[in-house]
């Protein structure tokens, strides 16, 4: 099993800048690639990003590319997610995920967090 927990949302301006953190426990990640989600109020989930166990592969929704940097640390067992620019659009609840395939759809992701609330402001 494994546990994660996100932290770092908030409420912040158009414009700026948030990071998001998910750490993990019960298992090590480092076979797994980690995924970031998102759900606005009224919307089905949508992918965000994915990075691959060894950080070879890296894959943004359209919508965030250019903006939005995903990282991870497997000593930390932490993965992370730097926003920048943020618009008012961006304003979801913000999931990470983990799953022994790469990919963008969530049926893939086999462990959750329970997420943080990203609210931009205009």
């Known amino acids: 099993q494994v546990q994660l927990v996100e932290s770092g949302g908030g409420l912040v301006q158009a414009g700026g800048s948030l990071r998001l953190s998910c750490a993990a426990s019960g298992r090590t990640l480092n076979t797994y690639a980690m995924g970031w989600f998102r759900q606005a109020s009224g919307k089905e989930r949508e992918f965000v990003a994915v990075?691959?166990?060894?950080?070879?592969?890296?894959t943004y929704a359209a919508s965030v590319k250019g903006r939005f940097t995903i990282s991870r640390d497997n000593a930390k067992n932490t993965v992370y997610l730097q926003m920048n620019s943020l618009k008012p659009e961006d304003t979801a609840v913000y999931y990470c995920?983990?799953?022994?395939?790469?990919?963008?759809?969530?049926?893939?992701?086999?462990?959750w967090g329970q997420g943080t609330q990203v609210t931009v402001s205009s």
């Open positions: 990075i691959s166990p060894t950080r070879s592969s890296i």
């Open positions: 995920a983990a799953s022994l395939s790469y990919g963008f759809s969530a049926s893939l992701y086999d462990y």
